[in-house]
Nanobody, 125 residues
């Protein structure tokens, strides 16, 4: 079992920055992918960014590329999402996810086995 706890959400003005953290506990397998998803009211959960636990290779949604950076700290069992140049359309609940996910399915939230409780990010215009 893996437990994920997110923190760092809040209210920020457009153009501002936030850093989300995801603390992982339990048996983190080296083959796991870690990812951030977000879900706005009435919308489907969407992929934001992902990172492989061992190699550290990353991937991003087009909507956040160049503004968001995902990173992981294996020693601390933590994953981070640095969000810069935030826009009102980034407003959503952000979730940390983990699981053994084949490369072609990284953006499919249904493939992830473990989820945090979510943290709200609100960007005002």
């Amino acid at each position: 079992q893996v437990q994920l706890v997110e923190s760092g959400g809040g209210l920020v003005q457009a153009g501002g920055s936030l850093r989300l953290s995801c603390a992982a506990s339990g048996r983190i397998l080296s083959t796991y992918r870690m990812a951030w998803f977000r879900q706005a009211p009435g919308q489907e959960r969407e992929f934001v960014a992902g990172v492989t636990w061992t190699s550290g290779s990353t991937g991003y949604a087009d909507s956040v590329k160049g503004r968001f950076t995902i990173s992981r700290d294996n020693a601390k069992n933590a994953v981070y999402l640095q969000m810069n140049s935030l826009k009102p359309e980034d407003t959503a609940v952000y979730y940390c996810a983990a699981g053994y996910v084949p490369l072609g399915y990284v953006r499919d939230f249904r493939r992830y086995d473990y989820w945090g409780q979510g943290t709200q990010v609100t960007v005002s215009s």
